[in-house]
């Protein structure tokens, strides 16, 4: 089983790196882009059969490791 997990800074946190792409693009001609805000994906293959416990054994990576809650939100697909 394949998990996909999406991490985001939470609304209202600075995001210098996505000013930064925004700016990036901006100089680079491409107009009509407000904001960025950037993130990053992890995958993770599992051994797990079973969906609901790859997603509770998922959940506690993100709460313990692989998200900071204090400033990101993270979301978990599983394929």
Do not use: W
């Not at 790196?17 to 293959?45: M, P, S, T, Y």
């Not at 997603?55 to 978990?76: F, G, Q």
């Amino acid at each position: 089983m394949k998990a996909r997990i999406t991490v985001t800074l939470k609304t209202g946190v600075l995001d210098p790196q996505g000013k930064a792409i925004e700016h990036a693009l901006e100089g680079l001609g491409f107009a009509g882009v407000d904001e960025v805000r950037q993130g990053k994906l992890i995958e993770l293959d599992l051994t797990d059969t079973d969906k609901e416990a790859a997603m509770t054994r998922v959940t506690e990576m993100c709460e313990k490791l692989l998200a900071n809650t204090v400033i990101e939100n993270y979301s978990i697909e599983l394929e």
